[in-house]
């Protein structure tokens, strides 16, 4: 699981529940721009995950469990 999957994901939990990503923030009690593609990464370079804060609301606000957005979590390959 890296980075780039969690992001995807959450692209796609968006797209399924109708919505941007914009919109999912919105929707979840979140600051629109909080999933914007600018913000996932620092000035520094450094990789920015999403919040589990961030992940609860979407959750929440969806009506979702875990699984219905870990579903779009690809495998890159990588065991832990």
């Given at each position: 699981m890296t980075h780039e999957d969690i992001w995807m994901a959450i692209e796609n939990f968006a797209v399924e529940h109708?919505?941007?990503?914009?919109?999912?923030a919105k929707n979840s009690g979140l600051d629109p721009t909080t999933f914007n593609r600018s913000k996932r990464w620092s000035k520094e370079g450094q990789p920015r995950w999403p919040s589990t804060l961030?992940?609860?609301?979407?959750?929440?606000?969806t009506g979702s469990d875990i699984s219905e957005?870990?579903?779009f979590i690809h495998n890159s390959g990588?065991?832990?």
């Open positions: 109708k919505m941007s990503c914009s919109g999912l961030s992940i609860s609301k979407i959750l929440n606000a957005l870990t579903k990588n065991n832990f």
